[in-house]
């Protein structure tokens, strides 16, 4: 099995919910062609850098997954079907990036941790 991540966006006239859903369906496309899913973020609503169909921004998010190549088709003929997805790329990661998104995520799940612990105490000289 291989390493893969994908970044889509979505259309921006979506609720929370709708963009929730999507996310979910195109997981879900994976695990049930045989992949697993590794790390999923919602980067949320982003300006885009160049209008796509009259847009200018759209809902941004990020599965990491591994799978077989045949999963990966399976999730690319899922994005092309669904009018919701404005842009899809979807890559295999060599050692050095899956090292890299490694990295991140422990980084990402730590620094929750250490905002909550390091809490300075107010100063109330006035």
Same mark, same amino acid.
């Given at each position: 099995?291989?390493?893969?991540? &994908?970044? $889509?966006?979505?259309?921006?006239?979506?609720?929370?919910?709708?963009?929730?859903? =999507?996310? /979910?369906? $195109? *997981?879900?496309?994976? %695990? /049930?062609?045989?992949?697993?899913?590794?790390?999923?973020?919602?980067?949320?609503?982003?300006?885009?850098?160049?209008?796509?169909?009259? +847009?200018? &921004?759209?809902?941004? =998010?990020?599965?990491?997954?591994? !799978?077989?190549?045949?999963?990966?088709? !399976?999730?690319? *003929? !899922?994005?092309?079907?669904?009018?919701?997805?404005?842009? $899809?790329?979807? $890559?295999?990661?060599?050692?050095?990036?899956?090292?890299? =998104?490694?990295? #991140? #995520?422990?980084? +990402? !799940?730590?620094?929750?941790?250490?905002? %909550? *612990?390091?809490?300075?105490?107010?100063?109330?000289?006035?």
């Amino acid at each position: 099995m291989n390493k893969y991540e &994908t970044v $889509f966006i979505l259309t921006p006239v979506l609720s929370d919910a709708q963009m929730k859903e =999507a996310v /979910e369906k $195109f *997981t879900k496309v994976l %695990t /049930e062609s045989g992949a697993s899913i590794v790390n999923e973020e919602l980067w949320g609503l982003r300006k885009l850098a160049y209008p796509i169909e009259k +847009k200018s &921004t759209g809902f941004y =998010a990020l599965v990491e997954f591994d !799978a077989d190549p045949k999963s990966v088709k !399976a999730l690319e *003929t !899922a994005f092309r079907r669904d009018e919701r997805v404005l842009r $899809f790329l979807t $890559f295999r990661l060599d050692k050095y990036a899956a090292e890299y =998104a490694a990295k #991140r #995520r422990s980084l +990402k !799940a730590s620094k929750p941790a250490a905002e %909550t *612990t390091n809490v300075e105490p107010e100063n109330k000289e006035a």
